[in-house]
């Protein structure tokens, strides 16, 4: 799955939905800065998400 949003990135970098996939993805296997970047980048091109809580708490999360 990581292959396909990493050239679906490459494809559209503007695309949040993308960008919080890839957030998901490397989250999940433990690439705690590639998460948080992906997920910054995903809050700043879409700054009225309606995820942006849950998002936040997964900032937090890694960040500690």
Do not use: C
Request: hydrophobic share 35%; no cysteine.
């Amino acid at each position: 799955a990581r292959d396909l949003y990493m050239r679906a990135k490459a494809r559209e970098p503007d695309n949040p939905e993308i960008r919080k996939s890839l957030g998901i993805i490397y989250q999940k296997i433990g690439q705690s800065q590639l998460a948080l970047e992906e997920f910054e980048i995903y809050l700043k091109l879409n700054p009225g998400a309606s995820d942006r809580r849950a998002i936040e708490s997964n900032i937090r999360a890694i960040s500690r």
